[in-house]
T-cell receptor, first 112, second 115 residues
């Protein structure tokens, strides 16, 4: 059974710091992995999607890596800003017709 | 031009009532989903439906039933509401076909409170 774990559960950093959020999954046979952002009381915003054959994806200050063999993904946020404060969710899909399996998220707080 | 829209955004109702949450997507996706986010913010799949097959998470009570009038809609019906049904419910959609796995798009959620 696939399980997704995110560490740490919460993170507080000062503005300007570079930071890494971690995601691990128990079964390396994934179809793809997606990082989302959720603001309080809001829906999920897709940040990055990594296919199983890819090693990383980049969008602006965000970079997500994938190491299937070790069952890990990281989300790197460069030069953090207060507007980055949110909960970041990692989710994997194990097959083309399957649902996303989510981790419990990392709540990030960036102080100015 | 909202991609996945849910209504209502908030729903407060009494125990024992029957209620529905509507979901529409205008992305042309072939599969739609319902997720439940509990009080600890954990997201769990409830249903997925691709116009041919409905996949139900075995932990979902049969008081919950999805209804799809067409490819762009997947509504969630809940009978005999219980206090434990209070949560945020998210609708989502994605493509299943194609050489690459596509990402999901989520709605903004419906906060259901049962009193």
């Amino acid at each position: 059974k696939q399980e997704v774990t995110q560490i740490p559960a919460a993170l507080s950093v000062p503005e300007g710091e570079n930071l890494v959020l971690n995601c691990s999954f128990t079964d390396s046979a994934i179809y793809n992995l997606q990082w989302f952002r959720q603001d309080p009381g809001k829906g999920l915003t897709s940040l990055l999607l990594i296919q199983s054959s890819q090693r990383e994806q980049t969008s602006g200050r965000l970079n997500a890596s994938l190491d299937k063999s070790s069952g890990r993904s990281t989300l790197y946020i460069a030069a953090s800003q207060p507007g980055d404060s949110a909960t970041y969710l990692c989710a994997v899909r194990i097959g083309a017709g399957t649902a996303l399996i989510f981790g419990k998220g990392t709540t990030l707080s960036v102080s100015s | 031009d909202t991609a996945v829209s849910q209504t209502p955004k908030y729903l407060v109702t009494q125990m024992g009532n029957d209620k529905s949450i509507k979901c529409e997507q205008n992305l042309g996706h072939d599969t739609m989903y319902w997720y439940k986010q509990d009080s600890k913010k954990f997201l769990k799949i409830m249903f997925s439906y691709n116009n041919k097959e409905l996949i139900i998470n075995e932990t979902v009570p049969n008081r919950f039933s999805p209804k799809s009038p067409d490819k762009a809609h997947l509504n969630l019906h809940i009978n005999s509401l219980e206090l434990g049904d209070s949560a945020v419910y998210f609708c989502a959609s994605s493509h299943q076909r194609g050489p690459w796995g596509y990402g999901y798009t989520f709605g903004s959620g419906t906060r259901l409170t049962v009193v």
